[in-house]
């Protein structure tokens, strides 16, 4: 029986048909749809036993052909001149070497070897034999690829144990021609038909296409250079940008950028929401553009892109680096998403109720700080856009979900507000969990208090000292300069001028809060009457430095910054004048100055003030006889000398910190240092213990004498309470008290957050002393160090290699062909032979500059220290008097001071409160 079908006698019967493959050169290469193949005959599969019974029946049965009228035919249609194989001809298999006509050569054969000794064996490559012949098998046919095989033992094993490798991504590119858009590159790139299928908008060009501008100018350049952008050309009529949001990064991971981008999007949710809103409803998301700038293309993380690539709005191999023999400066995509992925990194559509959102990122070619982030957001696209509120968040903060439309309100009804914040928050973690961190629970304590306390206030006045970058507003009209090129966003943008440039160190201190230099310049602003308004219902929640490295490398920026910053609005607090606001704002404005100036004041003094504290409340617990032999003083450790001893060793051990803090912040850094901070951090913990002991040992003992010179006076006629302040001592301890602690607890339930005063107050109490005493210090200390952030670069340099532990030792790539060696060694002895010149050294620009700021950092720590260290010896020494009367008057002064600051504050935050009940105005 013959072995082919319908009793064909050899593979000459069957020759192998026409397939014809169509291939779209114009297809998207991340298309995963095969092109379509067109198998107008299909060639007969090949089985053990022949071919395929079953595969066609045009083969099995084919039609009457060649002379034979419909009669049965085994030979199937031949095109024309085709010549009939030899009847001994055998196929060309997969599975036999394959030996081309005319050169000589065989091609290797693929085996799937089996090794017969049950375990994984060395084989070696197998050979090939030109001259033999491959044994058939039944049929004429070589053995099927699985077939058994005896090898030799020493053939080495070619099996994948493990895991399945990874596939690797195969890019398919074509080359085009492409027109230039008014000379610039600009691509249309189709999104993945996978990703486009799990959309609700399927049509229109900003859902199918992804759209990558590569930018080769300048942000002040962008308008000028005929850049525009999707939203003004993707329909006919240009779309009105109501809200331009900006979110700025530079190496966050995916978590921290989803966090803000989800956050972002669920407020855009919210706007489309408001269906009685003039502005905003179903088609709000139109209003709404979405800027991502990202700080260095070699500095963004992967993961990050990945998340972006996700969501649509980024292609990997679109950007390019040169366009027309000019380096390109920024790659920029834009894309309208209707995807939201939140930091699980779970995905969320229209199903959640998700609207588009128009993203605009930009992916800065090199790292040039946030300040150039934020001239290409205001300078670049806000010149095309013409937005007319413009957010500010920093990637990693998450506004609420109504935080964004609440912000835009404040604008919305008073047209004189150029600016607005909301609360900034503290993470704290699921179920409060990061509270248990001190450092992060005095910073949740701080930033409550500011809220409640210093934003209502400065709010009243119509200038707040600072506008967190991290969430705040502005009117983009506001920002504008004037005809002349002078305004607030020139001043602002000559940090970017200054920073690493011959700038003074004024100038480069003041820089690093560069908000409160835009703050000060849009108040100030000539002829015109901007205010800066406080909006208590937007929040956005963001993390806090929890390691003591993080914490004070944060602090030594915003002190340094605010400290400089302040003196630069009070030294031009005259150029409020030049504005159009009234008079009376313009009055007020300068007692708000006034107020400044007071505190900055008590922050120059700061590490005396507490010095002094701790000095006089220890004194104030050692035990004293008068000469007569009476009690002079008492002492809660009793009638001995321990309450001297404690006082002594504790001040020797306080005076040995501060100067360890001066060496530790000059020459290490808090990285290096970090165990000597903690121990520093500890001890100041236990001093504050220490003084609060010792506040309540003075306030009932201040209780007790007036008590008995209230019984005493008891038949002169004035009231006990008039009798009780008599008393120095009660009257100062009391006031002190109430002004600060009694008012943070009553200010908080007037704002219905009482809740940080149970859970953070304590841990900010014994925080005070390491504000002080290391905070401060380390910023004076490195007032030269103009670097910004917290979160710097740490990635290690991997371009020497890389030594890999293995199972067996270490792996490491090292040259070890001779050849190479020594011609290395030739190399080093022949550039011996070239004799150096000799260069006159001289310092160059930079190594001038660094001397200059340590000069200048020099100058201003000796005087801090020294006006710091008169002012304790003023009130210690006893050359001016007795101590007793003297401490007395300077712990009144600063009680009653510090009692004025916190009213004077107190009272404002309630000015806001009522004006935010019963006007509109104030959100």
């Avoid at 034999?129 to 070619?158: C, K």
């Amino acid at each position: 029986m013959s072995p082919y079908p319908n009793g064909g006698q050899s593979p000459s019967d069957y020759p192998m048909q026409n397939v014809t493959v169509q291939y779209n050169p114009n297809a998207n290469p991340f298309d995963d749809d095969p092109p379509q193949r067109d198998f107008s005959q299909d060639a007969p599969l090949l089985l053990s036993s022949g071919y395929n019974r079953n595969q066609n029946t045009a083969i099995n049965n084919p039609p009457a052909q060649n002379g034979h009228n419909g009669n049965y035919s085994h030979t199937p249609s031949l095109a024309p001149g085709y010549t009939p194989p030899s009847p001994g001809y055998v196929p060309p298999s997969p599975y036999v070497p394959y030996q081309q006509p005319g050169l000589g050569m065989t091609m290797p054969t693929p085996q799937v070897r089996q090794n017969p000794f049950g375990t994984p064996d060395q084989r070696q490559p197998a050979q090939f034999d030109m001259s033999a012949s491959v044994p058939l098998g039944p049929g004429g046919f070589a053995p099927l690829p699985n077939s058994p095989r005896l090898i030799s033992p020493g053939t080495p094993d070619t099996r994948h144990y493990g895991p399945a490798p990874v596939a690797q991504r195969r890019r398919f590119h074509t080359t085009k021609k492409v027109n230039l858009t008014s000379g610039n590159l600009v691509l249309d790139c189709p999104v993945p038909s996978k990703f486009l299928k799990t959309l609700k908008h399927q049509e229109g060009e900003e859902f199918t296409h992804m759209r990558y501008t590569a930018a080769t100018c300048d942000p002040n350049d962008f308008l000028a250079e005929n850049y525009t952008l999707r939203s003004l050309i993707v329909e006919e009529q240009p779309r009105e940008t109501e809200l331009f949001i900006v979110m700025t990064m530079y190496n966050e991971d995916e978590v921290l950028f989803t966090r803000t981008m989800h956050g972002v999007m669920k407020n855009i949710r919210h706007l489309t929401t408001r269906d009685r809103s003039r502005t905003w409803g179903p088609d709000a998301w139109k209003k709404v553009v979405v800027c991502i700038v990202s700080d260095g293309r070699s500095k963004i993380n992967p993961k990050t892109l990945n998340v972006l690539a996700a969501m649509g709005v980024y292609q990997d191999g679109v950007a390019k680096s040169v366009v027309n023999d000019k380096p390109v400066t920024a790659h920029i995509y834009e894309y309208t998403t209707q995807v939201s992925i939140d930091p699980e990194m779970q995905r969320s559509g229209h199903d959640k109720g998700y609207v588009p959102v128009q993203i605009l990122f930009c992916l800065k070619e090199k790292n040039a700080k946030k300040l150039n982030s934020h001239r290409w957001f205001f300078n670049a696209f806000g010149q095309v856009l013409k937005p007319n509120v413009c957010v500010l968040l920093d990637v990693g903060t998450r506004p609420g979900a109504t935080s964004i439309y609440h912000l835009w309100k404040a604008f919305d009804l008073n047209s004189n507000v150029g600016g607005a914040c909301g609360e900034i928050c503290a993470m704290l973690g699921r179920g409060g969990s990061q509270l248990l961190n001190p450092l992060v629970a005095s910073q949740n304590f701080e930033y409550k208090m500011s809220n409640i306390l210093d934003k209502p206030l400065e709010s009243v006045f119509g200038y707040i000292s600072v506008l967190p970058g991290a969430f705040s507003a502005y009117r983009y009209r506001a920002l504008q300069n004037d005809p002349s090129g002078q305004g607030p966003l020139e001043k602002y943008f000559l940090g970017e001028k200054f920073h690493g440039s011959d700038a003074n160190i004024f100038t480069a201190n003041m820089y690093l809060a560069e908000d409160r230099i835009l703050c000060f310049e849009l108040v100030a602003k000539r002829n015109s009457a901007w205010v800066l308004q406080y909006v208590k219902s937007a929040y956005g929640e963001t993390d806090v430095p929890s390691t003591v490295a993080e914490f004070i490398s944060q602090r030594r920026r915003w002190l340094n910054g605010s400290f400089f910053a302040s003196v630069y609005a009070l030294t031009h607090s005259m150029a409020i004048w030049r504005s159009d606001h009234s008079t009376a704002r313009k009055m007020f404005f300068h007692v708000e100055f006034f107020y400044s100036f007071v505190s900055l004041f008590f922050s120059w003094f700061a590490l005396a003030n507490f010095y002094l504290t701790f000095y006089i409340l220890g004194n104030a617990m050692v035990f004293e006889l008068n000469p007569d032999g009476t009690v002079g003083q008492s002492s809660p450790f009793g009638e001995n000398d321990i309450g001297f001893w404690v006082f002594t060793v504790t001040r020797y051990i306080y005076i040995l910190l501060i100067i360890a803090q001066f060496i530790m912040s000059m020459g290490n850094r808090p990285q290096g240092s970090n165990w000597a901070y903690k121990s520093s951090m500890a001890f100041f913990a236990i001093l504050m213990g220490y003084m609060l002991f010792g506040a309540g040992y003075m306030t009932v003992n201040g209780i007790n004498h007036a008590q008995e010179e209230a019984a005493a006076e008891s038949g002169s006629g004035e009231s006990i309470a008039a009798l009780y302040f008599q008393n120095a001592m009660f009257r100062n301890t009391v006031i002190s008290l109430a002004s600060t602690y009694g008012l943070y607890f009553f200010s908080s339930f007037l704002f219905l957050e009482p809740w940080h005063m149970f859970h953070s107050f304590l841990q900010y109490l014994f925080m005070v002393p390491s504000y002080v005493n290391i905070l401060n210090v380390y910023a004076f200390c490195n007032i030269h160090d103009i670097s910004w952030g917290t979160k710097g670069d740490t990635s290690v340099a991997t371009d020497l290699g890389v030594a890999k532990k293995t199972a067996d030792g270490v792996e490491v790539t090292v040259p070890t062909d001779s050849h190479d060696i020594n011609m290395a060694y030739d190399e080093a002895v022949s550039a011996l032979s070239v004799k150096t010149v000799e260069v006159k050294q001289s310092r160059d620009a930079k190594t001038k500059q660094e001397d200059y700021y340590r000069e200048i950092r020099t100058r201003v720590l000796l005087s801090w220290i020294m006006s710091n260290a008169l002012l304790v010896a003023l009130v210690t020494s006893t050359v001016f008097g007795d101590f007793k009367t003297t401490s007395t008057m300077y712990l009144g002064i600063v009680l009653w001071s510090v009692a004025g600051l916190a009213l004077f504050r107190f009272f404002g935050s309630v000015i806001y409160m009522i004006l935010r009940l019963f006007n509109g105005r104030i959100i």
